[in-house]
């Protein structure tokens, strides 16, 4: 039976450890999701586009907010052009502390017919509006 020194056993344990936390905080940092400390604006992360026809559309919007305090909340999230023209805004009435990331609808929704594509954004309180924006062709278009 052989033995090994629990000293070096415990510090090639450590090394490794410490190389996978290296790597792993490595592939992370490359692709890594802001954590509400580091993360001023609230992010869009995701929107689903539905024609209505006659250029109407609905959107359905999912929201991750920084949400750190009752007083800095996302209250809204637009749909604009890139040239800054707004073609729809819903304000949110309450925070949704318990509720990360949200998903909430704006319906609706006229766009003009030369208008292939859309950005959505969002606004918290505190910063205003800022923060990951999703780019989003509109169907049919």
């Known amino acids: 039976m052989t033995r090994t020194n629990p000293v070096v ?13 290296l790597a792993m905080g490595q592939r992370a940092s490359a692709g890594r999701t802001q954590t509400s400390r580091d993360q001023t604006f609230p992010d869009v992360v995701d929107v ?13 919007v999912t929201v991750s907010s920084p949400y750190d305090t009752p007083a800095r909340y996302a209250d809204a999230f637009r749909v604009r052009n890139r040239d800054g023209t707004v073609y729809g805004e819903r304000i949110l009435l309450h925070d949704h502390q318990t509720e990360q990331p949200f998903t909430r609808d704006l319906t609706g929704v006229a766009i003009p017919a030369g208008v292939s594509g859309v950005v959505v954004e969002g ?10 924006t999703l780019d989003v062709v509109l169907p049919g278009r």
């Open 9 to 21: 056993s415990r510090r090639r344990a450590i090394l490794i450890c410490a190389g996978v936390t």
């Open 48 to 60: 689903k586009a539905k024609s209505r026809g006659g250029g109407v559309f609905d959107f359905d």
């Open 123 to 132: 606004r918290d309180q505190k910063s205003g509006w800022g923060g990951k």
